[in-house]
């Protein structure tokens, strides 16, 4: 498993923009996944794509993955106060999961 | 289904004392990871058990161990303790089958050391 590398660091939208965060990897991958985590809570897994996968949905949330650049975007639409959080891009695995210093994200209200 | 739990959520020792911590799997999860998180670190990883056997290490001193009991259920143990283990310990389960990978979190054990 290995680490993936998000930018920006940090990130201050008002409501109901859009965010998106980027996320880049070093080699090949089996699936990348996208992961939230309030502060000071555990963290909760937000989206699955694989890699012969290009696009994925769930609720406001839309990931793409671009395997020939090695790299992933996620973007919440729409957002809320309640999306406030840092997020976390990892390859998959479950063995060794490495996280990054992920992307903080503040939405104003 | 019950989701991760850790025990305790909160904990305040001193110095050179030390410390365990508990983590229960999501049900039929053989898979426990550890993680430190701090402001100065980030999330970095302890260790994983899968079936009571370690199976991925972390780079950290060997104050930090940890096992895995027959229902898998996990405790890191953190002897010595000294001011910069102060941090959230957090675990997650998996099933431990690579063709998924999904984390579950637990809430957290906040550890504070004076």
């Known amino acids: 498993s290995q680490q993936g590398e998000e930018d920006p660091q940090a990130l201050s939208i008002q409501e109901g923009e859009n965010a998106t965060m980027n996320c880049s990897y070093k080699?090949?991958?089996?699936?990348l996944q996208w992961y939230r985590q309030n502060s000071g809570r555990g963290l909760v897994h937000l989206i699955l794509?694989?890699?012969?996968?290009r696009e994925k949905h769930s609720g406001r949330l839309r990931v793409t993955l671009d395997t020939s650049k090695k790299s992933s975007s996620l973007l919440i639409t729409a957002s809320r106060a309640a999306d406030t959080a840092s997020y976390f891009c990892?390859?998959?695995?479950?063995?060794?999961?490495?996280f990054g210093a992920g992307t903080r994200l503040f939405v104003k209200a | 289904k019950a989701g991760v739990t850790q025990t305790p959520r909160y904990l305040i020792k001193t110095r050179g004392q030390q410390v365990t911590l508990s983590c229960s799997p999501i049900s039929g999860h053989r898979s426990v990871s550890w993680y430190q998180q701090t402001p100065g670190q980030g999330l970095q990883f302890l260790f994983e058990?899968?079936?009571?056997?370690?199976?991925n290490k972390g780079n950290f001193p060997g104050r930090f161990s940890g096992r895995q009991f027959s229902n898998s259920r996990s405790e890191m143990n953190v002897s010595t303790l000294e001011l910069g283990d102060s941090a959230l310990y957090l675990c997650?389960?998996?099933?431990?089958?690579?063709?998924?990978?999904?984390?579950?979190f637990g809430e957290g054990s906040r550890l504070t050391v004076l």
């Open positions: 794509i694989r890699s012969n996968e």
């Open positions: 080699t090949s991958i089996n699936n």
């Open positions: 990892v390859e998959g695995g479950g063995f060794k999961t490495i």
């Open positions: 997650a389960s998996s099933l431990g089958d690579s063709s998924t990978g999904e984390l579950f």
């Open positions: 058990y899968f079936s009571e056997t370690q199976r």
